[in-house]
């Protein structure tokens, strides 16, 4: 792992953390689907990253988040899940021996790939978050239904975000 | 035993998901508890510093709504201030002490972060336990109402849980028949606008528009405003009706909040602490 790919995944985390705080914080649809953006950082880690530290990134971007949204270790626990659904979702699909991408990006990776892999991440992430959030079991079907909406409106701005900055190395 | 590291190593991801997940859970839960650590949250200096630096670009967005709201208070105090000048004492025979009675005291706080787009809102201000703020003081809005009560406090920054949260009861009643009730939010709506008044019996007649105050049980003084009705009855099948009552309070645009402080509040908790717990 070179020093370059360092310093822009550090970049990643600040501007992805100011805007999720500063910004998609005060934003929601009739008070149902609220965008959780900043998972784009875990989701777009490079491939060769070892499991451990994935986690303990996972758990630090997750308590960071905590103490801005005063909800300990509820996004902790969400970031972490999602992390653990990135590692079974790549074992599955990208054979171990030829990483010639660097990141799992939308470019590298093209749509369908991509599509795929950050739904399944942000509904992972999602579903966690807004269970751990209620804390109980009495308005499941209400908060499940807050849970797809947010996570159609996080997916729908990831792959905005993607389309955005990485059309130009798409194959 | 080397086969048994292989085994862990070959599933470490399994087996790191469930070590860190676990600390997850952990912390969620003894956040949800009484006690909860003061660190991760925005009294923390850090993030108690961050919130108040953004607090002041978006203070002057809203800088006339404030002054008309003070402006509307300014009018409401003095027509209580003549009021009370135009007592004519002299009728008077018996000499009240008056500043044994000032049971409640004020006291006047920025918000430097609010939410109410989450399941459970906390607001954030900038007071703490070095301007007198304890855990557990109610929090009121300037003329329209409840807001909720204090967390946790740090000593220049305090967070308050709103009334937009599943933990939040409040003893309200029903201004015009005293008629009393809990006030709860959630339940299948996360309209910041909207709570429900849960325990009135079913056969009392509730008009719609009725005021909605608080009982002067539990820690808030008596006669707060809270909200109107707007839907008189859901039916949930036992005994109570559901209330469904629209907030004065914006919570969206609050702005600066009232701190109050109970003189009798230590007295009553010592004296209701001696008497059995029949629950």
Known sequence: MNSRIIITNILRWFILLAIQILLLRNLSFYNLATPFTYILFLLLLPFSTPNLILYIIAFGTGLTLDAFYDTLGVHTAACVMLVFVRILFISVTVSRDNFDEPEPSLGNMGFRWFALYALLCTFAHHLVLFLLEAFKLSELSYTLLRCTLSAIFTLFTLLLVELIFYSRKLR | ?????????????????????????????????????????????????????????????????????????????????????????????????????????????????????????????????????????????????????????????????????????????????????????????????????????????????????????????????????????????DNFLTIEINLFNDFSTLQYVYVIKDKLAQEQKALESTLPNEQ
């Open chain 2, 1 to 237: 035993m080397r086969n048994l590291w292989i085994f862990i190593n070959r599933y470490n991801a399994f087996f790191l998901f469930v070590i860190f997940f676990t600390a997850g859970i952990i912390l969620t839960v003894k956040n949800n508890a009484y006690q909860r650590s003061v660190t991760f949250n925005s009294t923390n200096q850090v993030v108690g510093h961050a919130y108040e630096n953004l607090n002041i670009f978006k203070k002057y967005m809203n800088l006339g709504q404030v002054n008309d709201s003070l402006a509307l208070e300014n009018a409401k105090l003095n027509t209580a201030l003549t009021a009370l000048k135009n007592i004519d004492s002299a009728k008077n025979t018996v000499v009240k002490d008056t500043a044994n009675h000032v049971q409640y005291t004020y006291l006047a706080a920025r918000v430097i972060k609010n939410s109410v787009t989450l399941r459970n809102n906390v607001i954030t201000i900038n007071k703490g336990s070095a301007d007198g703020i304890e855990s557990g003081m109610p929090v009121i809005s300037a003329g329209k109402g409840v807001v909720g009560h204090v967390r946790d406090v740090s000593a220049h920054l305090a967070t308050i849980e709103s009334l937009l949260n599943k933990d939040a009861k409040i003893s309200v009643s029903i201004k015009s028949t005293k008629e009393m009730g809990s006030l709860v939010w959630g339940d299948r709506n996360s309209d910041y606008r909207k709570a429900f008044i849960k325990d009135i019996s079913n056969h009392f007649r509730v008009k719609l528009r009725d005021t909605i105050v608080t009982s002067g049980f539990g820690s808030f003084p008596p006669g707060i405003l809270v909200g109107s009705i707007s839907n008189r009855g859901i039916s949930t099948g």
